[in-house]
């Protein structure tokens, strides 16, 4: 048994193909297979269940392939450890962003990274919070910043910021007449929000207490995959959204019908946290890059720890 082996048995296990597995570790198909049979044999135990159509893991197989994850991950721990004798922050940073996060923090954050820790080498995904937390668990990313809290004793966090929500209507609202909006006028309001699968939606309505969506009416059916979606369909008349502090931006040059209000409640904000694995080596990359973004922080949402 040894490290090749054990990316063989991770690729399979994560395509559920000996081909595409064979693909991703840049190999022959009958070379790959011949070195899973020979790890079964090995442990005396069967890792797949193989069909003409499919390749599914065992129960044991499981165990197994977390297992090999993490010998996988400590095996690179080890060429990182040797590399940063040299510079602690050299090489990549695969980092995961939410949708409704990442378009308007990154391009606040890139250049001064890149400009400060010019060896940093980014990589950045978006996903929704659900695939990147299981990329997270299976070591295919570094970290991701989150707005969710995450219960998992296999992950740490580190708190950034808290980003108030704002009412975003059209001009010609009828709450443009209002001085300050309050819970009774968010209880009324004709909200739109983003489809299920959204942590954002869910996130919007709990720190504003709404206690559930719109299910009647003209607005029952509406849903946007996207904040810059969801924007459009308030500018032509249909509602009203909350939208977080960083995306405003995009709100006011969007439309010039946009109108943006401040909530007067307290605690309606979403905290926002870079969330890693414990047996993640590089600390000391994360708390660079966390610090990046704590000095680069617009003035409409709240720092959680002094750069």
Not at 262 to 291: C, K, M, W
């Amino acid at each position: 048994m040894n490290l090749r082996d054990l990316k063989y048995l991770v690729a399979v296990a994560d395509t559920h193909h000996f081909g595409q597995s064979a693909e991703r570790c840049f190999v022959s198909q009958p070379t790959l297979s011949g070195q899973i049979k020979k790890l079964e044999e090995e442990l005396g135990v069967t890792l797949f269940e193989r069909t003409k159509r499919s390749v599914e893991t065992t129960p044991l197989g499981e165990s197994i392939v977390a297992q090999a994850r993490r010998i996988l991950e400590q095996a690179d721990a080890l060429r990182q450890l040797a590399q940063s004798y040299q510079d602690p922050l050299v090489g990549p940073l695969r980092i995961g962003a939410m949708p409704t996060l990442s378009p308007y923090l990154m391009p606040l954050i890139l250049k001064p990274l890149i400009k400060q820790y010019p060896q940093i080498k980014p990589v950045l995904t978006e996903e929704l919070t659900d695939s990147l937390l299981t990329r997270l668990g299976k070591h295919e990313i570094d970290a991701v910043l989150l707005a969710t809290p995450v219960e998992n004793p296999d992950f740490e966090s580190i708190p950034l910021f808290d980003e108030p929500f704002w009412l975003v209507h059209p001009r010609n609202h009828p709450l443009s007449n209002k001085k300050k909006i309050i819970q009774e006028d968010l209880d009324n309001a004709d909200l739109l929000l983003l489809a299920e699968g959204h942590c954002l939606a869910e996130q919007a309505m709990e720190v504003c207490h709404i206690h559930e969506r719109t299910t009647y009416g003209d607005l029952a059916d509406l849903r946007a995959a996207s904040l810059e979606t969801l924007l459009q369909m308030v500018a032509a008349g249909f509602g009203s959204t909350l939208l977080p502090a960083l995306a405003l931006k995009t709100a006011s040059t969007r439309d010039s019908d946009l109108v943006a209000r401040q909530l007067q409640l307290s605690d309606t904000f979403r905290r926002i946290s870079l969330v890693y694995r414990r047996t993640f080596p590089r600390r000391q990359v994360l708390e660079a890059f966390a610090g990046v973004i704590l000095e680069n922080l617009p003035d409409n949402v709240y720092p959680l720890n002094t750069p």
